[in-house]
Nanobody, 126 residues
Framework: QVQLAESGGGLVQAGGSLRLSCAAS????????MGWFRQPPGKGREFVAA????????LYAESVKGRFTISRDNEKNYLFLQMNSLKPEDTASYYC???????????????????WGRGTRVTVST
């Protein structure tokens, strides 16, 4: 089992950057492919990015490709999301999650993700 806690959200102007962190408890963190999802105000939760156990394989939503970078530190049990060139449409609550299948390929369907954090809010102003 993995417990997850996001941090790093806040208010930023369009064009700015933020780095989200997800702290994981449990010795099995490195066994899980991990993902970031987000839920804009009044909308459903959507996929942002995913990363394999080793960090060698990544997957991004088209809307964030080239602007966001997902990474992980398995020694310290952390998942990260570096967000650059932020846009107002990136405003959302961001969640980290662990893929219960513990296998590739990386998945964008949130139904495969069992363990979730409580989220951190990101607001991008114009």
């Amino acid at each position: 089992q993995v417990q997850l806690a996001e941090s790093g959200g806040g208010l930023v102007q369009a064009g700015g950057s933020l780095r989200l962190s997800c702290a994981a408890s449990g010795r099995t963190f490195s066994s899980y492919p991990m993902g970031w999802f987000r839920q804009p105000p009044g909308k459903g939760r959507e996929f942002v990015a995913a990363i394999s156990w080793s960090g060698g394989t990544t997957l991004y939503a088209e809307s964030v490709k080239g602007r966001f970078t997902i990474s992980r530190d398995n020694e310290k049990n952390y998942l990260f999301l570096q967000m650059n060139s932020l846009k107002p449409e990136d405003t959302a609550s961001y969640y980290c999650a662990a893929d219960r299948t513990m296998s590739l390929p990386l998945r964008s369907d949130q139904g495969y993700y069992t363990y979730w954090g409580r989220g951190t809010r990101v607001t991008v102003s114009t």
